[in-house]
């Protein structure tokens, strides 16, 4: 079973992660989370860093580079480094995004805000089995 060191979250709102972090942390204190408010630092992260995050958690709503723009980047990054990560878009649920996300074939799921520990359960077993 493959386990999750490191979970990064792309959000702009700091409220958002902080609390998506507790959420994290009371699930497993062992997980290291990367708390990145802007895509485009997200991306210099992945591209640079040797620590790779095993899943992505990614607002879809944020100034500058969105969400979708950041799976337009993503998908040019090394397959090695896609193939070993979960996508997990994180939306207040409108049905367009919903839509359009299932259309995204790097997305690995769809969750509605705010994260949930039964949600980051199902992140973390789709994670395991993939």
Known sequence: MKLVNCIMLVDDNKIDNFFHERVIKKYDPQIKTVAKTMAEDALGYLSSEVNIPDIIILDINMPGMDGWEFIDHYKTLDASLQNSLIVVMLSTGQPDDFALAKTQGIL???????L?????????????SN
């Open 116 to 128: 949930t520990i039964k949600a980051l359960e199902e992140i973390i077993a789709k994670y395991q």
């Open 108 to 114: 690995h799921d769809f969750k509605s805000k705010p």
